[in-house]
């Protein structure tokens, strides 16, 4: 057992690992109720009239997305009940009622009443014992009907009724009249199946049938694309909706989810990945849902958060959660695989959202304790484990500092578990950033380069230049040095010929700006090892060159550079990449281009303004990069700059065309943020048009962008000047500072009570 995280907030993390004679584990996710053996099966139909009354029951997807409810509690409105000569009086909960209470305060509830009962009270009352059998038998009738009534209509309320009987032999005779009465409709049969036995042969059959009915289905009723698309996505909500957690995965043809796929509009796949999150529906080949969450995770902050946490329907404030219910933790522990956990966890960390990280690392443990419990192969124990420590590595290295974090990669090593380069590389990345050098020094040399593929020894050069870059920030002669080193080819001349042609080696060695010099004989190369010589030059390498030469030319001179003086490095660039086309293009010198260009000496100073020449510098570059990043697999232009070049045009040049065409070409990119959006909702709100100004605020709202706290005061004020203060009002300002609160909590009290120490027995994972 391995114990190695705990905080002051009570978040605690074990490592469970197979040990000879057994496991060691804790079951975190509430159970379901057995509710007997077997559950009848029915054979499958679907008439014409079944599909239209279903679908009829159910509102238009886009009106299931969540709206502000008010509790159960509050809309307790009950009249003065008679149980033998004891009363209850109006509003009084049923928590108060005695259990001996005669009649069953159910024989005498109508349907509306039972209704407005709380989860709590309807567990109570489920726990009277009755005097008689036709007592019994009238209450099974009455809760069988009610549930029937609502199965369609309000299918999370009728599971909760459901799911509150707590005796088997009711549940089994009210799931018996269920069936029976909705024996000829294979969908709500499906719905009372899952609720009754989630994990059972049939419930699972009967939903592959429905799901394969309604995607093949060439009648009348389900004739078009758009019809199937409402139909399958509702049968999806209601199933999502119940309070079912469903222990064991479904499984669906490769074929059938892809035909899903090109079903369900491409808007709508959010809603679709969190139904089956939900009700724990996954394709067969588990490339397919990587497919889909890869689609979610280059769309908007709202789809992002979907593909994270598997929540349903967010609205803009759900987007500021730092917790969630035991149920939806639940579902969530039972549908993603470790490596989802791994990636989930990371994104959490590396967005600083601390509640989120020690949410999901929690989930991930429950998760691994089941797989503990359950797996046979020592291949896969190992590789579970591996995952959790890498996970709880990454957690402990970024919320508490990277020494507390070298037990566990000490641990990962002597067992020789999960220690990949990538291993190294994260150490390494987070001495780097924590300036820690001389520890940078050691680990770089325990590792052996030799071994080391291309792509991997590039990614340790990167490294070592970053490393530079930091320690010595204008000081490009060091830089140079290390590039010369380890970046000695190039198809047209050696490296240092490159850099001469596109001006690098002027200001560093002759004080001249963008000029060749006579000989690149005067630049001291670094002693490296031989290993990470000879790498190919790549444009990335390129950028921190141009970063530390600029800075030191704007140390020298004292003040901002001069955009005539970065337009003749920026055009020998260009030249650069014609000339050499084995240069891999990457954006790395085009954000520092841009970032020159439109940041002020001040980068907080939000009064700065730029001259017209630097705003028609930029708008070229930007035209360069629009045209010539079609097909880069990534970006990395910080989206500060984006940001204040879209201020800039709409708010000091008045060009919308610019901006319009910017965030065009951002929203392409699945790279839009709140501070890109919201300038456009203030400028045409500032002169007027409200048409505009609600356009752009729904395009925040359904995107779920994150407010920045600056400007939640005046979106605010613009809500309310919409009629649209339910959206975005004082409830998402009380979320959105409580978040920033409880993550600044966790980050101050978060410790490291113990590391990794030793099994109690000798693990059994060779």
Known sequence: MLHYIANKHGVCFRCIAKVRKGYTYATLSPTQSNVGDKVSSFSFSMPPKQLSSFANSTLPLEQLKRSKQPKLEEK?????????KKKVARGEHYLTVSQDTYPHPFTTMGKEEVLSLTYKELLYLNTFQFQSVEERKKVCNSLASFIGDELLANTKLASRIYTSVQKDDMKLEITS???DRFAKDSFSTSIIQFMAQSTHSDTRELFCKNIKAIVEEKSTVLSNTDAKSRYLMSYLYKLAQTQVINEKTIYIGNDLFSKILQLVPSSQYGDLYSYMVHINV??????????LRKILLKGTERSRFIARTGFLHPVWHDLNKTSFSE????????????????????SFVNRKEHTLSIWSLKCMEAKFEKLCAAETSNRMMRQHLSYMLVTAFHVVTE????????PILQYMTTNNIGVTFSRYHTILRKLRRSLLYDEFSTVLNGMDLKLLTREEKLIVAEEIL????????TSPKVLLGYVGAMFGKCESGTTLDVLNEMGLLSWPYEKTHYSKISSTN???LANVDEALGGLDLNCTTLGHLYEVVFRSLKEHTGYQLDASILMKYYLLFEKCLTNHPQINFSDRPITVFIDHLIRAQDPLSELYKISKLNYNCVKRVFEFYSNFSINLKSEHIDCRNFEKLIETAIFQFSDLSFATKVIQYLSLKGKLSFKQIYPFVSYYFENGNMEETKKWFQILNDGGYSATSRHIKSLIHISQSLGTESVFGQHYKSLHFSKKRANRRLLETFELQSVPVSFAEEPDIE
């Open 399 to 406: 919320l508490k500092d990277v020494k507390s974090g070298l």
């Open 282 to 291: 996954r394709p067969q080949n588990s490339e397919l849902i990587d497919k």
């Open 76 to 84: 307790i409105n009950r009249t003065m009940l008679k149980h033998g």
């Open 177 to 179: 009249q269920l069936l």
């Open 327 to 346: 149920l939806h933790s639940a579902r969530v522990i039972e549908h993603f695989d470790m490596k989802e956990f791994l990636r989930n966890t990371f």
């Open 522 to 524: 005067v630049v001291e």
């Open 466 to 473: 970053r490393l530079i870059k930091r320690r010595y920030p």
